[in-house]
């Protein structure tokens, strides 16, 4: 595993304000990891900010604790990483986890498959009521 | 704190400004503007995207909403000034074809 250059993150309950938060986690990276090309910054803040909104629109708390959103993003010479987490979460809807782009005249549904245009490799986990989405863009 | 939304109404259509950030949170913002200016009669609508440096799918789904809503009442809705991250999305999502880009507001409607 080579060396991460650059890694920020962030915690907190799943809601409006997180994403503006992880929106400038992002910015912040680029400032710390600034020779990765624009090209791979715009795609990877566009995948994971994708990602989170996902979280914060679908995911349901599993028991009273609010569903938390965390995101962990590193830098390596080639390759961008993040894992974006909801935690205390149920396992997500089928039907939210469609990879297919909806007709031109649908108002919603399309982040899925746009993560999956964007990113190298797209995965999933879900331990101890946690998910995980894994987004990983090779530069 | 700077106003995300603003519009102005010109001879042949209305002019919405969108700046900073059109994702999950501002897209209901864009909805609401957009129903007004086209309730208060004005159906051909442009968005501006100039200042718009980042569009999410919640973004994207509010202008195919506000779209929709402009052709309802008669009228249509285009957006110009778009920058290199929302082209990319518009690209990635085939909604190009159905979002029509032009270099400037006052061009988007320049031909009809």
Redesign the interface.
């Known amino acids: 595993m080579t060396e991460v250059i650059a890694r920020r993150g962030f915690r907190g309950l799943s809601n409006e304000e997180a994403i503006e938060a992880i929106h400038g986690e992002l910015d912040a990276l680029w400032d710390d990891a600034s020779f990765v090309p624009d090209m791979d910054r715009m795609t990877f803040t566009t995948a994971v900010i994708e990602a989170a909104a996902n979280i914060v629109q679908h995911a349901l708390p599993v028991a009273e604790k609010p569903v938390e959103i965390g995101v962990d993003i590193s830098v390596r010479p080639s390759r961008l990483q993040a894992r974006v987490s909801a935690y205390n979460a149920r396992e997500p809807f089928a039907e939210d986890m469609q990879p297919n782009m909806p007709d031109e005249d649908a108002e919603s549904g399309r982040g899925l498959a746009l993560i999956e245009a964007l990113v190298t490799t797209v995965t999933f986990e879900r331990q101890d009521g946690t998910n995980t989405w894994i987004l990983t863009r090779e530069t | 704190m700077l106003m995300q939304f603003s519009y102005e109404v010109k001879d042949s259509y209305a002019e919405v400004k969108s700046v900073g950030?059109l994702?999950?949170?501002a897209a209901p913002k864009l909805r609401e503007l957009v129903a007004e200016v086209v309730a208060g009669g004005s159906s051909r609508v442009v968005v501006n995207l100039a200042e718009t440096d980042?569009m999410?799918?919640?973004g994207?789904?509010?202008l195919?909403?506000c779209l929709?809503a402009a052709r309802q009442a008669g009228g249509d809705l285009r957006i110009s000034g778009v920058q290199?991250?929302v082209k990319?999305?518009l690209e990635?999502?085939?909604?190009d074809?159905?979002l029509t880009a032009y270099s400037s507001a006052e061009e988007a409607f320049g031909n009809d």
């Open positions: 950030r994702n999950m949170v980042f999410d799918s919640s994207l789904g509010a195919i909403g929709k290199p991250q990319m999305v990635l999502t085939n909604m074809r159905v």
